[in-house]
């Protein structure tokens, strides 16, 4: 906004004289001459107080007459037709032309007879005039089939005018015959309220539909050649047809813009280059407040938007513009003009965002790139008005005006699939390379000259056109411009043998199959190392984007893959146990399902934690907690005892933790089977003293060497990590330690370690450890953690486990918990979900299951619910032969008007039976809502 | 006819991650498979470029929610056809338009799944709007809970007549804090709402200040209640206009993480706190909801090269995503060394550049 000036009544209409830059404004009894300078907007003379006359002073527009740039005629609401002289003194209103009966809604010009004069009328009339002579006189009469809202002479034919009408036509008349359109289209739902020729291309015509809110573009030159009857003569032979009806032309537009409201004014921006040759300059009638600028190519967003009026925008027009300024003058009912200079206005690409992405729960990424943003934004800034000296004249009418360059319409977006864990370990090691090479992909490739990146050349075979390099876009990409091409990133683990990244933790992990042998700290290293070594493996990287997976060095084929945050954390919600044995063997069994999952540092806290509870257990129980400790110490000096196995030291004196033992191995026979020692043990620091956490409490137990090497194998985790469901009994937490009170004191000089490590972990925003790590403890120390943040630990916890569709383990927690909000979430809606079994075929007669679809809980086989029911008639395991004793509890048919009556949450621990759900899965009716009983997975 | 098919504005996964959903400029929302990248439907959606999309919680159903440049905010669901319930017979059906604002709705967010059926919109017309769908079965009734005019209070204070409109807004996800918002404006500036309980309306809690980021003792920025913000000093989040807010799950930290992204080249990653169960180790504070005092602090500044567009936390809340206007996509990732973040300013984040 430039300028502004605040009018004394609304505005219906306002002129610009070209020559002059002054300024009409007309409205409800007002019409006013401004001034333009750069000051900004004066005003000079209110009109009406220059004529004795005081009817008919309410216009609905107003023209100034070409060459003449004193005088302007304006259309009365009465159907008068007033010509004024703003030089005249005295009285101003030259003539009064009459004839309309009713309201004027435009009138035109002719540019190159100054003395014609269109008046459109809501009378359903349009009438020529001739202003020159003394006595102005009416010349024709054009009958139309409508009200007429627009009327505008053509700017290269002077025989030629358009009419918009309310009936939604456009229709095109020669002035030398009253008789019968030339051409008629059917432009427009609901009225067509404006219409304007191109200033360049004589066979463009843009008009603004008021109901459908559209502006459309329509080549009449096409239009009349199809129609065959192009001229004035064929049209006075077509007379003799029943009216309009030939002649109507059903015709598509050539480009069409959605616009927000009913479509007041609409004109081709004057633009001095040929940037803005398409352009179109609208407002609006109602709603929108806004001029708005389009580029019909691109007709989904406004190319700019001019604010600054409070209410509807009724009339805007075009000073002269040059090089430097390109003005428009807007008028409203607000009763204020403004200024605005188009270019100084930012297009809408600049607000646009070229790049979008979207996080799925397992990290996966999927961008999208539209390159066509930036293209965009240089083509305007090259092209812009100000950037041009030399306007083109704008008299080429024969040739058509060149579309927008097809480079611009020839870029598609790119929507790709990444997985963020595998990006990160792959990039981290290779980041100078890697922005180059998905630069490339994308198209924007700077450099081609590093010959390193030879390989990344070939990646954008696979992914999106590169700019320079392949321009030949692959055709289904060019047919499909919203496909989404997933590639996943392969893993890759360069030639410098550092270990992959424990996601959360984010330290190496232990078991790692390469000596880490001088690995550097990979992240640092790996941004502060440029050259040509890490520029090579980042083409060995880039391969691996090809999939070329065969060219990777064997020796690290076999590397696991970095893991996602996600995928730890599923990992370990199906390794941790938070109940069911006593809480230092639950805290040695999640260490080893810790260890298991490669989380070594989560590992170390429950190992510690486990010593610092098996500690407080020994000193209650028997009394001797330094020879416990002593002992844990031995036996592990011994031989590397896993920890499954370290929590009963083979003295068989300490009965309170021989007890704690038993219940773990569940009554089966195998006690963890001893393990052949890993790694130097000395550098395993192991608690000494009371407080066993201090060492993994350090932020970054970084180690050197094999220090951080498993202290179990897999094979020793097996036993206790199994979460049988089968051998699951209640059994008496905590039963040794509760009844001593010296162990709960041994155990409260644990109390602040355990705090500050939760409050790392919650700092790190690892919330299952907060989670689990207090719920283990809870039944030792049940006032250690506030309640409120336990609470607010298991509910982000519960919704994680949910998001990632562990629902079972969901329902566990919930089930366990003593908080009653928590256990309450059973209660707050009656929807199940439950991760369908795969492949949802039926067990029995292998074909898919539409309808009723019943499985067991246990084994996850089922099928269609009547083959189910006649198979456990007879049998007694599952169908599939998995072994598993399904068994069946069917829901009776009969019952069916309380739906579903025997489903109840889903609780894994309440009994060893499990039920045979008989579960509708033709959700579609019960899709949505609390009363769901099962969303398809 | 130019359909204009070629800017894509929104890329978002469902809950589950399943499925992928675009919206672009040619007025199109299109839904794919999330592993496949299968097309599975796609459909004219709006009348203008569609700026934003957002998923319901699958516990209301399949449905999307999508806002426009034609000041439209659509509910979508997704209606399985009758008989066939293959690829072919998914359909998306239009359950609602929300139609109050009257300027171009630029983002849209999903209340978490504990405060109903809410959404909130913002729009080039100032106004922070919050619907509500009041039967979560019905999704074609949707009333307005709240409106407020987003440009803050503090501009009729200053006397600044500032031209600020939103430009992103997010939902606390958390369940254990009150509803609140955060609002990124085109001034620089982000400011929090709270629900207010008693009142049934949302009220300023807390203006974001990067200013006070760098002293380690709290600066009175914030405010009890309805926004009687600190006089004369406008607290400024950023120094151009804010592009996207993210706020991260609440992974059970005693505070809030948001990141937002700016046209200043920067992201900045902010921690949010109730004041009153800050020093209290988070022992019996009493939630009473209208008296707590929320403190934002800048705990560090992820610098770019270009003006970033957007950003968002994953599932987790342990990584960080932004892209920028060039087309660089950046993770960021808490850095091992941190342990505590409230306590330290100078917390640092590896980046790492993917594109």
Not at chain 1, 837 to 848: D, I, R
Request: with cysteine.
């Amino acid at each position: 906004m430039m300028a502004r000036l605040e009018l004394p009544k609304p505005a219906t209409a306002v002129s610009v004289a070209a020559e002059t830059e002054s300024v009409i404004v007309a409205g409800r009894e007002m019409l006013r001459l401004l001034s333009v300078s750069h000051d900004g907007l004066q005003d000079v003379l209110d009109l009406h107080t220059h004529t004795r006359k005081t009817a008919n002073l309410s216009s609905l527009d107003v023209k100034w007459r070409p060459h003449h740039p004193s005088q302007l005629a304006t259309g009365a609401m009465t159907g008068a037709i007033l010509l004024w002289d703003t030089a005249k003194r005295g009285d101003s209103l030259l003539r009064t032309l009459s004839g309309h009966s009713r309201a004027i809604n435009a009138l035109s010009f002719l540019e190159r007879e100054p003395n014609k004069l269109l008046s459109a009328s809501q009378d359903k009339t349009v009438r020529l005039w001739d202003v020159g002579q003394r006595l102005a006189q009416q010349q024709l009469v054009f009958n139309t089939a409508a009200e007429v809202r627009d009327v505008q002479f053509s700017k290269h034919s002077p025989t030629r005018f358009a009419v918009a009408l309310e009936n939604g036509m456009i229709q095109v008349y020669d002035t030398r015959s009253n008789k019968e359109a030339v051409l008629s289209v059917q432009a427009h739902l609901g009225p067509a309220f404006c219409l304007d020729h191109h200033p360049a291309d004589a066979n463009m015509l843009a008009s603004g539909g008021s109901r459908d809110n559209k502006i459309k573009v329509w080549d009449l030159e096409h239009s009349s050649a199809g129609g065959g009857v192009p001229g004035p003569a064929a049209a006075g032979v077509a007379a003799a047809a029943p009216r309009r009806g030939d002649m109507l032309k059903y015709i598509d537009p050539v480009y069409m813009v959605q616009t927000l409201a009913a479509v007041g004014r609409l004109k081709w921006r004057c633009s001095p280059s040929d940037y803005g040759r398409w352009h179109i300059v609208s407002c609006a009638s109602s709603i929108d407040f806004k001029v708005q600028v389009w580029d019909v190519a691109r007709p989904a967003i406004a190319l700019m938007s001019l604010p600054g009026h409070k209410d509807v925008c009724c009339g805007f027009d075009f000073l002269p513009s040059n090089a430097q300024r390109e003005l428009v003058l807007s008028a409203s009912k607000d009763q204020s003009v403004i200024l605005h200079d188009l270019s100084q206005q930012a297009p809408a690409y600049t607000d646009v965002r070229p790049i979008a992405f979207g996080w799925n729960p397992y990290d996966d990424l999927t961008v999208s790139f539209s390159p066509l943003v930036p293209k965009l934004r240089a083509h305007h800034a090259s092209a812009a008005p100000a950037a041009d000296p030399h306007p083109t004249a704008a008299s080429s009418s024969a040739s058509k005006l060149a579309p927008p360059p097809a480079s611009l319409t020839a870029a598609p977006p790119i929507v790709q699939r990444y997985s963020a864990t595998r990006l990160q370990s792959a990039v981290e090691r290779t980041a100078v390379v890697e922005t180059r090479a998905v630069a490339s992909m994308l198209g924007k490739c700077k450099s081609s000259s590093d010959s390193a990146l030879g390989h990344t050349r070939n990646a954008s075979y696979h992914g999106p056109p590169s700019g320079h390099e392949a321009p030949s876009t692959p055709p289904h990409r060019a047919s499909l411009p919203n496909i989404l091409s997933s590639f996943q990133t392969v893993a890759v683990h360069p030639a410098a043998s550092q270990p992959p990244i424990a996601p959360i933790a984010s330290m190496p992990l232990l078991p790692t199959l390469h000596s880490s042998s001088s690995a550097p700290s990979p992240l640092p290293a790996s941004r502060g190392a440029p050259g040509s070594a890490i520029a090579v493996r980042g083409a060995a990287c880039c391969e691996g984007f090809l999939g070329a997976a065969g060219r990777l060095d064997a020796a690290h084929a076999d590397a696991p893959p970095p893991r996602s945050d996600a995928a730890l954390v599923r990992q370990l919600a199906r390794g941790y146990r938070t109940h069911g044995a006593p809480p230092a063997e639950l805290c040695a069994h999640n260490a080893a399902a810790a260890s298991e999952a490669g989380a070594a540092q989560l590992a170390h806290t429950w190992l510690a934690l486990h010593f610092g509870l098996a500690e407080a257990a020994s000193a209650g129980g028997g009394g001797a907690a330094e020879g416990a400790s002593e002992g844990d110490l031995n036996s592990e000096a011994g031989g590397g005892v896993p920890a499954a196995a370290n929590v009963p030291p083979s003295e068989t004196s300490r009965g309170s933790v021989s007890r704690v033992h038993t219940p773990l191995g569940m009554g089966a026979p195998h006690v963890p089977p001893p393990v052949t020692p890993l790694a130097p043990l000395g550098a395993f620091d192991l608690p000494r003293e009371a407080m066993p956490l201090v060492e993994s409490l350090g932020p970054s137990p970084k180690s050197d060497g094999g220090s951080d090497r498993l202290l179990w194998t897999s094979n020793a985790v097996q036993a206790p990590i199994r979460l049988d469901t089968d051998h699951e009994k209640m059994l008496p937490i905590a039963l040794p330690l509760s009844t001593s009170g010296q162990q709960l004191e041994t155990f409260a000089l644990l109390k602040p370690l355990v705090l500050a490590m939760l409050d790392y972990h919650a700092g790190r925003g690892d919330v299952q450890t907060c989670a689990v790590v207090s719920q283990v403890l809870h039944s030792v120390a049940p006032d250690l953690i506030p309640k409120e943040r336990r609470q607010r630990w298991l509910l982000s916890y519960i919704e994680l486990l949910q998001r990632l569709q562990l629902f079972e383990l969901a329902n566990a927690v919930i089930k366990s918990s003593d908080i009653e909000r928590v256990s309450a979430m059973n209660t707050l809606s009656t929807s199940i979900n439950q991760q369908r079994p795969q492949g949802a075929g039926c067990s029995v007669c292998q074909l898919p299951v539409r309808g009723l679809y019943s499985w067991c809980q246990g084994c996850g086989h089922g099928g269609h619910a009547k083959h189910m029911r006649t198979w456990f008639q007879g049998n007694l395991e599952c169908p599939t032969g998995c072994g598993h004793r399904c068994q069946l509890r069917l829901v009776p048919p009969a019952r069916n008007e309380q739906p579903y009556p025997s489903l109840k949450p889903v609780d894994q621990r309440s009994s060893t039976e499990l039920k045979l759900l008989e579960i509708a899965s033709d959700c579609e009716a019960h899709m949505k809502g609390p009363t769901t009983v099962l969303r398809q997975l | 006819m130019a359909d204009g098919a070629d800017m894509v504005m929104d890329v978002a996964y469902d809950y589950w991650g399943k499925r992928v959903a675009t919206c672009a400029s040619d007025q199109m929302i299109r839904v794919f498979d999330g592993q496949t990248g299968e097309k599975l439907s796609e459909w004219k959606a709006h009348n203008g470029s569609i700026w934003r999309l957002a998923w319901m919680h699958p516990e209301f159903g399949v449905a999307l929610a999508s806002c426009s440049f034609d000041r439209k905010v659509c509910i979508w669901e997704e209606v399985a056809d009758a008989e066939d319930s293959a690829a072919a017979g998914r359909a998306w059906k239009l359950q609602h338009e929300i139609q109050d604002a009257r300027d171009s709705v630029v983002d849209i967010d999903f209340a978490p799944r504990h405060c109903g059926l809410r959404l909130v919109s913002c729009g080039e017309d100032r106004m922070v709007r919050v619907h509500e769908a009041p039967d979560v079965v019905d999704l074609s009734s949707w009333t307005l809970v709240s409106a407020f005019e987003a440009d803050g209070g503090a501009a009729s204070t200053s006397g600044r007549a500032r031209a600020s409109t939103p430009l992103c807004v997010a939902w606390c996800p958390s369940p254990s804090e009150p509803q609140m918002l955060v609002v990124g404006f085109s001034d620089g500036s982000v400011l929090l709402w709270a629900y207010d309980e008693l009142h049934g309306r949302f009220s300023r809690a807390a203006a974001f200040d990067s200013s006070s980021s760098a002293l380690s003792t709290p600066n009175p920025t914030t405010s009890h209640g309805s926004g009687n913000v600190k006089k004369g000093a406008e607290a400024v989040a950023h120094s151009d206009c804010v592009r996207d807010v993210s706020w991260a799950a609440d992974a059970g930290r005693s505070y809030q993480l948001i990141a937002t992204a700016s046209r200043d080249q920067t992201v900045r990653v902010w921690t949010l706190q109730s004041v009153a169960s800050a020093g209290t180790n988070g022992g019996a504070a009493a939630a009473g909801v209208a008296g707590r005092t929320w403190q934002a602090r800048c705990c560090c500044e992820l610098a770019h090269r270009s003006q970033v567009w957007r950003v968002e936390w994953n599932a987790l809340g342990s990584m960080l995503a932004s892209s920028e206007d060039d087309g660089t996509l950046r993770l960021f990732r808490l850095e091992r060394s941190s342990a505590v973040w409230s306590q330290s300013s100078a917390v640092q984040l590896v980046a790492v550049a993917v594109e």
